[in-house]
């Protein structure tokens, strides 16, 4: 529509622009031009005059002397005006005009199509670069580990299988965890990310070799999340949806406060809970908010809020959280919502801070407590 607009702009400008071109010079020169008819038969008047004897020979040559001035003016007017452009020169006026305004148009556009293409080639080759970066350092811990005589550290053949999911290569990460979950300090960590990483390899799959890693899992730590998890989606897989329910809802019954992996339980659980007919399980059941959040009067007066008004009220609660927390600099669980919040609100640097002070108080937690993973996910996207 926008651009209907701008050729009835252009047609009407050219209109106003070539109009003189094509209609004052025809009716200028049809008048003078019976101007001097008329002054030609004045001429032939004087002298019907001078024959009868109306005037003298004198009067008769004023007379003719000037109408022939004014014939010889006339003439030299007509010729300017005549000095017009013909059929042919207004054609190509007329198109001159008409095409300029689109000329302009075609122009600016590919010009200002240049200029975004620019723009986001700039920013591709600079996703580019980082994602290259990250490749060449993940090769160089690869290539260090695989040349330590000793084998590599468990730790560092962990990070890089972490690496390689966080990138979608699902099929390394399988030969980094692999090579830690045969040494005899494997922990049950490590026998669930093999087992995720097989299961993803296989788009969702609960392969017997994922299978085998699951049960390694639980065996050294029954209540791992992330096993448990995946135990459940091998149920479901295998047709026992009801055990997979009673298995998702068991181990939140077992949870001592909230934490982050509590919210994915409760989503499978009802996701799994739909298909055979089962209400649907709430997350305050099993985990009470340790840090309260807003009201249902709090709520329903931030429904009325103005956007700038709203924006105010979330920070206002943020900030009510840090000086709660700043009582209680032990309440890991609400450092970690302490952190998230100030990641939806785009305060980075806030974000970085609430996190490590949550993973400072996760050093005597168990290595396989799933918050240590969430924490180092956050960190890494927000540093990176």
């Known amino acids: 529509m926008i651009w209907a607009g701008f050729f009835l702009m252009s047609l009407v400008a050219v209109l106003f622009a070539t109009w003189p071109v094509f209609g004052h010079s025809r009716a200028e020169i049809a008048v003078e031009d019976g101007t001097s008819a008329v002054l030609i038969d004045q001429l032939d008047e004087v002298k019907r005059d001078l024959d009868r004897g109306l005037i003298s020979a004198e009067e008769a040559a004023a007379a003719q002397l000037e109408i022939k001035r004014r014939i010889l003016t006339l003439s030299r007017k007509i010729t300017d005006t005549r000095f017009l452009p013909s059929r042919d020169g207004k054609t190509v006026v007329f198109l001159a005009a008409l095409f300029v ?17 620019n723009q986001a080639f700039a920013e591709q080759q600079k996703e580019q670069a980082a994602e290259q970066k990250i490749t060449d350092l993940t ?47 494997a922990t049950s960590e490590t026998w669930s990310r093999l087992a995720e990483a097989l299961i993803l390899a296989q788009d969702g799959v609960v392969t017997p070799r994922a299978e085998t890693a699951i049960d ?35 181990r939140l019954n077992e949870a001592e406060g909230f934490a982050p992996w509590m919210e994915t339980f409760v989503i499978e659980a009802n996701r799994v809970g739909s298909e055979i007919g089962l209400a649907p399980v709430d997350l305050a059941d099993f985990a009470p908010a340790a840090t309260p959040g807003p009201s249902a009067e709090d709520v329903a007066a931030a429904g009325d809020m103005s956007e700038e008004d709203r924006s105010a009220f979330i920070r206002s609660m943020v900030e009510r959280l840090a000086n709660r927390l700043e009582d209680k600099p032990d309440d890991l669980d609400g450092w970690m919502r302490l952190a998230n919040a100030y990641s939806v609100l785009g305060e980075r640097e806030n974000a970085i801070s609430a996190y490590e002070k949550a993973s400072a108080l996760l050093q005597d937690a168990p290595v396989t407590d799933p918050r240590r993973q969430n924490i180092e996910r956050a960190l890494l996207e927000l540093k990176g």
Not at 231 to 239: D, E, H, I, M, P
Not at 241 to 250: F, I, P, Y
Request: glycine share 8%; net charge positive.
């Open 216 to 250: 390694q899992a639980l065996a050294l730590n029954a209540s791992n999340p992330a096993a448990v998890f995946f135990r459940a989606r091998f149920l479901k897989q295998a047709g026992d949806a009801t055990a997979a329910h009673a298995l998702l809802v068991s």
């Open 101 to 117: 305004p689109f000329i302009a148009i075609g122009y600016y556009s590919m010009n200002g199509a240049l200029v975004e293409q």
């Open 139 to 185: 090769q160089k811990l690869r290539d260090r580990l695989v040349n330590d005589p000793n084998g590599g550290a468990s730790d560092g053949w962990m990070l890089l299988g972490q690496t390689y999911m966080r990138m979608g290569r699902y099929d390394d990460a399988v030969q980094a965890f692999d090579i830690i979950s045969v040494r005899a300090r």
